[in-house]
């Protein structure tokens, strides 16, 4: 089963919006990692943060992560037509170093 | 770009012959990765590599075998492809795997149909 869920699973937003997603997991992690995937594209990471991290910027992102509730979110502030991607959480259980994704938000920016 | 290229990018194949799909890298990372992503699934690990000749088990990993003979390849083969393998195939890389904090890097995938 899937370690990661997202939520919601398509979000439709207007540029200059903000777009929250969610990310619920079920055991323990290392660290969290947002991925974010363009139309026929792979994956190109975003940002990762650790168990021990609450909260983490990185231009235009912030993300939280809640251990106690196994969960966590990404917001992207001020949103723009070259965000419409899908968006992907991605945790390390410390089970030999790979990551187990979610399935993924997929988010339309609007112009 | 990531140093890393995937053979073929598209294929069709008929229901119960051998395919392999080839992961390159030039990036000299330590561990590499196969996933497939599927629409309600997301991405699904099938088999991954920590090393020559050491490979593991992913989530999704019965009808699929590896192969890691040198540092730069990574193979994965489909032995007799049925059409639940239609699907697109990720190759990642990482320096020392996630459990330190690395990030992994993502090939442009392999679209492959079972007919």
């Known amino acids: 089963s899937q370690q990661g869920e997202e939520d919601p699973q398509a979000l439709s937003i207007q540029e200059g919006e903000n777009a929250t997603m969610n990310c619920s997991y079920k055991?323990?992690?290392?660290?969290l990692q947002w991925y974010r995937q363009n139309s026929g594209r792979g994956l190109v990471h975003l940002i990762l943060?650790?168990?021990?991290?609450r909260e983490k910027h990185s231009g235009r992102l912030r993300v939280t992560l809640d251990t106690s509730k196994k969960s966590s979110s990404l917001l992207i502030t001020a949103s723009r037509a070259a965000d419409t991607a899908s968006y992907f959480c991605?945790?390390?259980?410390?089970?030999?170093?790979?990551?187990?994704f979610g399935q993924g938000t997929e988010l339309s920016v609007k112009p | 770009d990531a140093g890393i290229t995937q053979s073929p990018r598209h294929k069709v194949t008929e229901t119960g012959t051998p395919v392999t799909l080839r992961c390159h890298q030039t990036?000299?990372?330590?561990?590499m990765y196969w996933y497939r992503q599927d629409p309600g699934h997301g991405l699904r690990l099938i088999h991954y590599?920590?090393?020559?000749?050491?490979?593991d088990k992913g989530e999704v990993s019965d009808g699929y075998s590896v192969s890691r003979s040198k540092t730069e390849d990574f193979l994965l083969t489909l032995e007799s492809a049925t059409s639940s393998q239609t699907s697109v195939y990720f190759c990642?890389?990482?320096?020392?795997?996630?459990?330190?904090?690395?990030?992994?890097?993502f090939g442009e995938g392999s679209w492959l149909t079972v007919v």
């Open positions: 990642a890389i990482s320096p020392q795997g996630t459990v330190s904090g690395n990030t992994i890097y």
């Open positions: 055991t323990s992690i290392n660290n």
């Open positions: 943060i650790r168990s021990n991290e």
């Open positions: 991605a945790t390390d259980t410390n089970q030999g170093g790979k990551l187990i």
């Open positions: 990036e000299n990372h330590r561990y």
């Open positions: 590599s920590y090393g020559v000749k050491d490979t």
